[in-house]
Nanobody
């Protein structure tokens, strides 16, 4: 079982920046594909960005050029640096860890951290 604890959410003005962090328990963090998802009120949860164990990154189009995902395997932590925030970025942001096996995928979620972009 992997425990994921997010931090760094809060209220930020449009155009502002913040950094989300997600610390994972356990000792095989480096093997996980780590992702950030978000869910806005009344909308489905969507993938924002993910980073594989090998360091490959992908982003949803709406955040490309504004958000950066990174990981520090020594600290068991994944980050999401967000710049030029927009009101439509307002959502609960969830950290996700996936471990792909031969026949199964282990899938873990954090409790979420609220990001509100408003003046």
């Amino acid at each position: 079982q992997v425990q994921l604890v997010e931090s760094g959410g809060g209220l930020v003005q449009p155009g502002g920046s913040l950094r989300l962090s997600c610390e994972a328990s356990g000792n095989i963090f480096s093997l996980y594909t780590m992702g950030w998802y978000r869910q806005a009120p009344g909308k489905q949860r969507e993938l924002v960005a993910h980073i594989t164990s090998g360091g490959s990154m992908q982003y949803v189009d709406s955040v490309k050029g504004r958000f950066t995902i990174s990981r520090d395997n020594a600290k068991n932590t994944v980050y999401l640096q967000a710049h030029s925030l927009k009101p439509e970025d307002t959502a609960v942001y969830y950290c996700n860890a996936k471990l792909f096996g031969t026949h199964t995928t282990m899938d873990y979620w954090g409790q979420g951290t609220l990001v509100t972009v408003s003046s």
